[in-house]
């Protein structure tokens, strides 16, 4: 079966630091890519990064936002996002995302994923 779980989520105060995990079972992470995404309250669900770890390459959906950096590790089968200097505008549920058929990272909407974690909460606030 199938299953993306993410971690690591939680309270923290402007400027704060977050790294959040993405667990994979059932499958191997390196033969997909990898996407995170955040869902602000009453937004849509918006690309943060696509991770490829078989070849580790990574595409941001915004390279402008330079405060989250993805990484991966394949022996625990996780994927990685940190972000830095966090924003109150930063707060949304973050997910990932696997996506089966894409041959590279680029920038995929929610739409060409195929499985999807539970979400994990981040809440920026004083």
């Known amino acids: 079966q199938v299953q993306l779980v993410e971690s690591g989520g939680g309270l923290v105060q402007p400027g704060g630091s977050l790294r959040l995990s993405c667990t994979a079972s059932?499958?191997?992470?390196?033969?997909?890519?990898i996407g995170w995404f955040g869902q602000a309250p009453g937004q849509e669900r918006e690309a943060v990064s696509c991770?490829?770890?078989?070849?580790?390459?990574?595409y941001y959906a915004n390279p402008l936002k330079g405060r989250f950096t993805t990484s991966g590790d394949r022996a625990k089968n996780t994927v990685y996002l940190q972000s830095n200097n966090l924003t109150p505008e930063d707060t949304a549920v973050y997910y990932c995302a696997a996506a089966t058929t894409l041959p590279f990272c680029s920038d995929y909407g929610p739409n060409d994923y195929d499985y999807w974690g539970q979400g994990t909460q981040v809440t920026v606030s004083s």
């Open positions: 991770f490829s770890v078989g070849d580790n390459s990574i």
């Open positions: 059932g499958f191997t992470l390196a033969d997909y890519r």
